[in-house]
T-cell receptor, first 114, second 110 residues
Framework: SQTIHQWPATLVQPVGSPLSLECTVE??????LYWYRQAAGRGLQLLFY??????ISSEVPQNLSASRPQDRQFILSSKKLLLSDSGFYLC?????????????FGPGTRLLVL | GQNIDQPTEMTATEGAIVQINCTYQ??????LFWYQQHAGEAPTFLSY????GLEEKGRFSSFLSRSKGYSYLLLKELQMKDSASYLC???????????FGAGTRLAVHP
């Protein structure tokens, strides 16, 4: 069966510090991968998605970046965090096919920028 | 533009039935999802509708009308554990890009 992992689970960082969040998927190959952010009391906002190694599409201009160094690894980064980067970061995967569209979410990372 | 509307909050009684509505206006449509999200946890998949009509899955059912841009999630025989946020999401465009509504926070009380 497929599983998706994210770490760390929670993170408290000062403004201006760097960020690296990691997501890995097991039990599937060539998945589509996604990074979402959920601000308190708000819906999920798609940040990045990837259809393959090294292929990243950005949905919202911001000071975050994403990378996919391996097929089942997706990394979210920032060089300098802003207060507005606080939120719940969720990684998701889906099967890369025309038929299946369901996205499955990891446990999330709660980030607080102070 | 892309817009998905859901009520912000709802309350219901244990054992009752509740209907959570979702209306959408998106540039493309290739299906609608409902997810359940308990506080502090990740969303979990509930249902997927791509054709008009009702899809039933145990205590949960989901309805879609593409011509009206409307869906609802029906929860029967409510249990306390159903207290959660319910997210409506539209699959719009390629690469499985989902557009989410802000979610409906459901509180089930005894």
């Amino acid at each position: 069966s497929q599983t998706i992992h994210q770490w760390p689970a929670t993170l408290v960082q000062p403004v201006g510090s760097p960020l690296s969040l990691e997501c890995t998927v097991e039990g599937t190959s060539n998945p589509n991968l996604y990074w979402y952010r959920q601000a308190a009391g708000r819906g999920l906002q798609l940040l990045f998605y990837s259809v393959g190694i090294g292929q990243i599409s950005s949905e919202v201009p911001q000071n975050l970046s994403a990378s996919r160094p391996q097929d089942r690894q997706f990394i979210l980064s920032s060089k300098k965090l802003l207060l507005s980067d606080s939120g719940f970061y969720l990684c998701a995967w889906s099967v890369r096919s025309q038929g299946s569209k369901t996205q499955y979410f990891g446990p999330g990372t709660r980030l607080l920028v102070l | 533009g892309q817009n998905i509307d859901q009520p912000t909050e709802m309350t219901a009684t244990e054992g009752a039935i509740v209907q959570i509505n979702c209306t959408y206006q998106t540039s493309g449509f290739n299906g609608l999802f409902w997810y359940q999200q308990h506080a502090g946890e990740a969303p979990t998949f509930l249902s997927y509708n791509v054709l008009d009509g009702l899809e039933e899955k145990g205590r949960f059912s989901s309805f879609l009308s593409r011509s009206k841009g409307y869906s609802y999630l029906l929860l029967k025989e409510l249990q306390m554990k159903d207290s959660a946020s319910y997210l409506c999401a539209v699959f719009s465009g390629g690469y499985n890009k989902l557009i989410f509504g802000a979610g409906t926070r459901l509180a089930v009380h005894p």
